[in-house]
């Protein structure tokens, strides 16, 4: 991912502990942050916390931060650091609750202003859920490298690296990922 003009000297206040100038860096990567959260799992309220959480871990750890160029590729380490613990925790609730907890629940009745809001947001959402069903035909790790790479921006370099994988074990698993995608929408 290519920086962007006056990134680097925001990245460097922001290390000397410049709270606005992290704030700027935050509004440059938050689209980029919620939407790779958003995919990965696949509901709004747990990614604004995978965000939030990645976003105040970014601010305390940024002074450790070597080199300006790594900031994109170490603030989605710790977002997809986040995400994993927070599925982790979906799946450990899922597992506690039983057959007999879940048959008591009793849908809500919507009123209209629900209605119409519901209705002005179908587009996205069904372009999400296509999105999400197409996602949920990889395997987690090529999940990964596909949100990384098309909405977090990351090259092939950079997502091996948060990866452990080789830059072309990256690009190959990225082909053949976006292949299956492709596929799911044939």
């Not at 709270?19 to 689209?31: I, K, S, T």
Request: aromatic share 8%.
């Amino acid at each position: 991912m290519e920086m962007i003009r006056g990134e680097r000297e925001w990245i460097d206040l922001a290390k000397a502990g410049d709270a606005d100038a992290f704030c700027r860096l935050y509004e440059m990567y938050q689209a980029r942050l919620y939407r790779y959260a958003y995919y990965r799992l696949g509901n709004e309220s747990d990614a604004e916390d995978a965000v939030s959480e990645c976003v105040l871990s970014a601010w305390r750890q940024i002074g450790a931060l070597r080199e300006p160029d790594a900031f994109p590729a170490w603030i989605f380490r710790i977002l997809s650091g986040c995400c994993s613990r927070l599925i982790r925790e979906q799946i450990r609730r899922r597992n506690q609750v039983s057959l007999d907890d879940s048959s008591d629940a009793i849908p809500a009745q919507a009123d209209s202003a629900q209605v119409d809001n519901a209705q002005a947001d179908h587009v996205q959402a069904d372009n999400a859920l296509i999105l999400n069903d197409a996602l949920a035909c990889l395997c987690e790790e090529d999940r990964n490298i596909v949100l990384l790479s098309a909405v977090g921006g990351l090259k092939s370099r950079e997502i091996a690296e948060l990866t452990g994988l080789a830059p072309g074990s990256v690009r190959s698993r990225l082909s053949r990922s976006l292949k299956k995608v492709r596929g799911y929408f044939a």
